[in-house]
């Protein structure tokens, strides 16, 4: 073998085009070889393309170094090599400031290594050869590195101001290597906190129920591969240029299924046509600002990358390319992104060893619920490669809990957010019916019930709320429930069936829970002490046309009242006496009168909590404690369209994007929460949107039809609209979201007359 590299690329990439490429495309062929950067062991990954999180960090910084190694510094990202075939190894590396990275890769053999040549700066998203690469290469996308006259057209100019890190020695079969490397940071990235605890960043083992929590390495996802050969593509011309007006969106079929085309600033975009969450039709949504809006629960996609930009969901949309020729629009895309769907980012995988210090991790999250995984989904896509941490009471990994009081009979690996191969995969490390019962700040430690202590870096608080419950007389007889598990509302149902259900409160919970059981039970009786359902959020008026719906489906009302009394026969519950003195026979009650947050645990941790238990943090959901952050029902934050008025918003979305904001804020980005709230419901087939923060509405302007159940409603707080809601009347929820996200100030008297056309810009 001889000595020395062969040829050479490197040069500086802008940070986009590097997430852009290397998000759909695989780096490395599956028979690569990897250096991951730790002791510099050399290591072969089957599906290594999950590696191209790690070369992409937005931040770098002495976070993402371990002092601790034997050799030295780590480079900010892992090392990359890669063959193809028998070839011998590629070695390179990368680091990077807040705005470039800079990539560096040398052959190690004088032999010619045939290898891909990624044009990083390809508008699609994907990476390609030019057209001469092609043509002097037999194998039409592997071209020789000595070919490669035409590079610096790919790379953009060399930095002065950092110098490319350098490393010796070469192999041909894998063997662990000593790296020597050396990183030199910029001085705004020098000085941040380092991340690791205590310079120790390895998985435990944890026993929590008699199951270790350790996950190994080697366990991963089957990855598909996402660069597919020329005949797993299809490609198909589907219109004219002139065919769609700027902002404009079409479905197209390509054969093998719908593609979104998309029109923007005279560009075309081709993108899955289903947004990921529950597969509504994109094309019906909202485009503007760059981004796709979905008509059912307002997530967003940008459509340049597909990249989920904002909530809920937690997948993104396939890319595909676009090529305009003789003013023809034709699009190619692989056959199965065609048929998937949805495409989930690269991440980063967890690198620390997995022996030695067994009491201590990088980040822990407390609560796994949306906000808990988003943070920690987060902070893999951003190449976060040290150990995560989350602990949950529940008994299952994160799913679903929005859709529980909506669909009781759902199994719970129907409700599944994630399947458990995927935290294997990304060393997620979960805690299952863990407890925590003390956090000492100081010490940066938490307290389990079972005695185990677990130290931390960074912190954050998600435990969500607790269900209220009742008070009264027999409040402890068998069959009354708070829908809290996938097991209470399986056996909700169960008890359900063919007999008499009893629903305490009126809100959503307790509304979804009446109308599932409906077709179920021999009867449905709702107990309020409102006068209508709905009634401080949505208004009187929409209230009563709700619950006229209810009414038409065999569902009975109690207003005004409260239980006094549960009565059981040989434990069990048999009726319910309320205090009209009303006695209602009840097989099953379920309880939603509304909850509080989880956070007794914190009482005496110094971490700030106001007269409710709330936690309050700011717009970068930190606490009054560095190092410490919270998101999700258990939090008061700043409304940045509601003057930053301190709010407690529980909805599943939000949950969503304040742990998208916690995690970003963990990793030094200084991100700030500024997303508009919304949420859904579904009752006897039919949904309900709304957007916006309505509390202290002192008027409700309808447009449409009430009694068809076909109108949106404005709720106005002096003269400004502050949320919306609709019911068949798609997509005008996402509408008034998108406006409200641009910051747009919506006034009363645009709504009062009926004209809608402020709305109708940008649209399909």
């Known amino acids: ?329 034709t699009v190619r895309a692989s056959k199965q992104a065609l048929q998937l769907q949805r495409r989930t980012k690269v991440m980063a995988k967890c690198i620390s060893p997995s022996a030695g210090h067994s009491s201590s991790t990088n980040v822990l999250i407390v609560g796994a619920g949306a906000a808990g995984l988003v943070c920690a989904e987060t902070l893999r896509q951003e190449g976060f490669s040290d150990r995560i941490v989350l602990c949950t009471l529940d008994r299952h990994l994160p799913y679903d809990r929005a859709k529980l009081s909506k669909s009781l009979d759902a199994q719970p690996e129907q409700l599944a957010l994630r399947p458990k191969e995927f935290f294997r995969a990304y060393g997620l490390e979960m805690l299952t019916e863990a407890q925590v019962v003390t956090v000492d700040v100081r010490n940066k430690k938490v307290v389990f019930k079972d005695g185990f202590k677990l130290e931390y870096s960074k912190l954050l608080l998600a435990p969500g709320s607790s269900p209220k419950t009742l008070t009264c007389r027999g409040k402890d007889v068998e069959n009354v429930f708070t829908i809290r598990t996938p097991e209470d509302a399986n056996r909700v149902v169960r008890l359900a069936r063919g007999r008499n259900a009893v629903v305490v409160g009126a809100g959503f919970l307790g509304m979804e829970v009446a109308a599932y059981l409906a077709e179920k039970a021999h009867s449905v009786s709702v107990v309020e002490l409102e006068e209508t359902p709905f009634r401080r959020f949505l208004g009187e008026r929409v209230g009563r046309a709700l619950m006229k719906m209810f009414e038409n489906n065999r569902v009975k009302f109690y207003m005004q009242t409260e239980v006094l009394e549960l009565r059981a026969q040989e434990g069990k519950l048999q009726e319910v006496v309320l205090k009209s003195s009303k006695v209602l026979r009840a097989d099953v009650c379920v309880v939603g009168i509304g909850a509080v947050p989880a956070t007794g645990f914190l009482r005496q941790s110094g971490i700030a909590l106001d007269s409710r238990g709330f936690i309050p943090v700011n717009k970068m959901m930190q606490t009054n404690i560095p190092a410490v952050f919270a998101a999700g029902d258990a939090v008061t934050f700043p409304l940045a369209w509601r003057n930053n008025r301190k709010v407690n918003i529980p909805h599943w979305q939000m949950a969503h994007a304040q742990g998208r904001v916690a995690a970003e804020n963990m990793l030094a980005q200084e991100a700030e929460i500024n997303t508009v709230p919304y949420l859904w419901t579904a009752m006897f087939g039919k949904s309900l949107r709304y957007a916006g923060y309505g509390e202290g509405f002192d008027d409700v302007i309808i447009q449409g039809d009430l009694e068809e159940l076909k109108f949106v409603a404005f709720y106005t707080k002096g003269d400004e609209v502050i949320a919306v809601a609709s019911m068949n009347y798609d997509p005008i929820v996402s509408k008034v979201a998108e406006v409200l996200a641009s910051g747009r100030t919506i006034r009363k008297r645009e709504v009062e007359t009926g004209d809608m056309s402020w709305l109708t810009g940008k649209g399909s």
């Open 1 to 329: 073998m001889a000595a020395g590299p062969r040829a050479e690329l490197c040069g500086w990439f802008p940070l986009p085009q590097l997430h852009q490429s290397w998000a759909g495309c695989p780096l490395l062929s599956p028979q690569s070889w990897v250096s991951l950067g730790t002791r510099g062991l050399a290591s072969p990954h089957t599906h290594s393309p999950l590696l191209a999180a790690t070369h992409a960090r937005r931040r770098a910084g002495p976070s993402w170094t371990r002092p601790s190694l034997p050799c030295g510094p780590r480079p900010v990202s892992p090392l990359l090599g890669w063959n193809r075939g028998a070839g011998a190894p590629l070695k390179g590396g990368l680091f990077q400031d807040s705005t470039h990275a800079f990539v560096g890769v040398h052959t190690c053999t004088s032999v010619p290594s045939p290898l891909q040549v990624l044009n990083l700066s390809s508008r699609h998203g994907s990476p390609s050869v030019s057209e001469d690469h092609r043509r002097s290469s037999p194998a039409g996308d592997i071209v020789d590195l000595g070919q490669l006259d035409s590079l610096p057209s790919v790379l953009p100019p060399a930095r002065p101001d950092l110098r490319p890190f350098t490393m010796g020695g070469c192999f041909s079969k894998p063997k662990p290597v000593e790296l020597k490397i050396e990183v030199v940071l910029p001085e705004k990235e020098r000085g941040k906190e380092e991340l690791s605890a205590g310079g120790k960043g390895s998985p435990r083992a944890y026993q929590g129920n008699g199951t270790a929590r350790h996950f190994h390495a080697e366990e991963r996802l089957p990855t598909p591969q996402p660069y597919p050969s020329p005949q797993d593509c299809v490609e198909a011309t589907v219109c004219h240029v002139k065919d769609l007006e700027n902002g404009q969106m079409r479905e197209v079929e390509l054969g093998w299924g719908k593609v979104l085309l998309v029109k923007d600033n005279g560009e075309f975009h081709a993108l899955g046509h289903k947004c990921p969450h529950y597969g509504a039709p994109l094309v019906k949504g909202v485009l503007s600002r760059g981004r796709v809006r979905c008509p059912w629960h307002g997530a967003c996609f940008n459509i340049s990358t597909g990249d989920l930009e904002d909530f809920p969901g937690l997948d993104s949309l396939h890319k595909f390319q676009v090529k305009i020729e003789k003013e023809k629009v």
